[in-house]
Nanobody
């Protein structure tokens, strides 16, 4: 199993980035996908998640209206579009996969322990 996050970097406040997470070694379309982040000296926290179909999403309050999660099941990739970035968005961003238990109605989750597979992180730094 591999989850390869990419797209991080240094961006000025107010700028945008798009993170990608390329997945392999499991049936991507059977999993809900999530993004989490960890800032220096802080616990890892939930950012956004999408169900296996790609039509249901949830977001942390801190990113709602600025970030958009999406997925392409044909390419086995999940994205996180980040707009209006703030210094407090600086963190290492991780993608993770949560098995949907074969349920058509499985909803995306914000709890870390729900996720079975994790990728390595990609650093996002928001600074002028």
């Amino acid at each position: 199993v591999q989850l390869q996050a990419s797209g991080g970097g240094l961006v000025q406040p107010g700028g945008s980035l798009r993170l990608s997470c390329a997945s392999s070694g499991f049936t991507f379309s059977a999993y809900a996908m999530g993004w989490f982040r960890q800032a220096p000296g802080k616990e890892r926290e939930f950012v956004a998640a999408v169900n296996w179909r790609g039509d249901s999403t949830i977001y942390a309050d801190s990113v709602k209206g600025r970030f958009t999660i999406s997925r392409d099941n044909a390419k086995n990739v999940v994205y996180l579009r980040m707009n209006s970035l703030k210094s407090e968005d600086t963190a290492v961003y991780y993608c993770a996969a949560d098995w949907s238990e074969g349920s058509y109605y499985y909803t995306p989750k914000s709890i870390e322990y729900e996720y079975e597979y994790w990728g390595q992180g990609t650093q996002v730094t928001v600074s002028s």
